[in-house]
C-alpha cells in the first residue's frame, strides 16, 4: 500500500471519529447534564452520523477506479452539505426575534409516529419554538454554529483528501 493511500485513509479515519466523538458529546450532553435535545439537534446529530459514515466509506474505497474514490467524496459533500444546511436553519431560527419565532409544536417521535416522513421533514425544517432557545454555548457559540463549523471543515477535507489524484498520475 503506498503512502498515499495509507494518508488518505488516515484522513478520513480520524474525520469519521471526529464526527463520532461529537455526536457522543451531544448524547453525553443529552443523558449527563440534562439538554433536551430540539429536532433539528437530532437532524444534526443524524447529519453527523451520515458524515462520519460516509468518510468511513472513504477509507475502505481504493484508489483504482478513480471514480470510486470520486463518489465516495461526493458522499462525503452530500452529508456535509445537508449537516450545514439544518445548522443553519437551526441558527436562523435562533436569531428569530421573539414575536416571530414559530410556536412549538409536537414531539418528533409523536410526528414520527402520527404523519408521514416527507411532512415530519418539511415541519421539523420549518422550526418550532424548542429550537430558538440556547442553552449551551462554548467560546460565544451555540450548538448548532460548532455543528457548521464541524461538518464545513471536516467535509472540506474528507472531500479534498478522497477527491485529489495522486500526483503523477493520468487517471
Known amino acids: 500500500m503506498d503512502a498515499l493511500l495509507r494518508r488518505r485513509r488516515a484522513v478520513c479515519f480520524a474525520a469519521a ?4 466523538g461529537l455526536v457522543g458529546y451531544a448524547l453525553y ?5 440534562g439538554f433536551q435535545p430540539c429536532p433539528l439537534c437530532i437532524f444534526q446529530r443524524i447529519g453527523l452520523t451520515a458524515l462520519g459514515v460516509c468518510l468511513l466509506l472513504s477509507t475502505v474505497v481504493p484508489d483504482k477506479p ?3 474514490r470520486r463518489g ?5 459533500a452530500a452529508a456535509a452539505v445537508s449537516t450545514i444546511g439544518v445548522a443553519l436553519r437551526h441558527l436562523y431560527i435562533q436569531h428569530l426575534p421573539e414575536g416571530q419565532v414559530p410556536v412549538c409544536g409536537a414531539s418528533l417521535d409523536y410526528m414520527l409516529d402520527v404523519f408521514p416522513l416527507t411532512d415530519v421533514l418539511r415541519k421539523v425544517l420549518t422550526g418550532s419554538g424548542e429550537c430558538h432557545k440556547v442553552d449551551w454555548t ?7 454554529s460548532w455543528v457548521l463549523l464541524w461538518a ?3 467535509g472540506m477535507v474528507g472531500f479534498v ?5 495522486a500526483p503523477g498520475s493520468i487517471r
Do not use: D, E, K
Open 66 to 68: 478513480l471514480i470510486l
Open 161 to 165: 483528501a478522497s477527491w485529489r489524484r
Open 72 to 76: 465516495a467524496a461526493v458522499l462525503v
Open 152 to 154: 464545513a471543515t471536516l
Open 17 to 20: 471519529l471526529c464526527c463520532f
Open 138 to 144: 462554548f467560546l460565544g457559540l451555540a450548538m448548532p
Open 29 to 33: 450532553a443529552q443523558a449527563y447534564l
